[in-house]
């Protein structure tokens, strides 16, 4: 379920299945969006200790990574700070 989003409509709405699958495997997917001038990326989310608790989508201007590797260790970089403020998911309902 999608819990912040910069489109408070989104809020709410379960994750989709694209979504869900895109990182099955526990590995961060990035595509490269041309049209839209960014690089669309989707990751596990673990709490702080590690365990999985979801996914984090987020979208990253081509100004902000110059490949997607870069991409992928911006996105990941920002996924570890955010999961050592989550203390277990059940926090992020509360």
């Known amino acids: 379920m ?3 989003n910069g489109n408070t409509a989104r ?3 379960p994750s989709s ?3 869900l699958a895109a ?3 526990g590995k ?3 595509a490269r969006k041309e049209d839209g001038s960014f690089y669309n990326l989707k990751l596990p989310l673990k709490d702080a200790s590690g365990r999985p608790i979801g996914i984090l989508v987020m979208e990253l201007p081509f100004t902000s990574a110059p ?3 870069h991409a992928i260790a911006k996105a990941e ?3 570890d700070e955010l999961s050592l ?3 277990d998911y059940r926090r992020l309902f509360q």
């Open 17 to 19: 299945e694209g979504d």
């Open 2 to 4: 999608i819990i912040a």
């Open 11 to 13: 809020i709410g709405i």
């Open 67 to 69: 490949d997607e590797d």
């Open 85 to 87: 403020q989550i203390t």
């Open 77 to 79: 970089a920002i996924r």
């Open 28 to 30: 961060t997917y990035c």
């Open 23 to 25: 990182v099955r495997a």
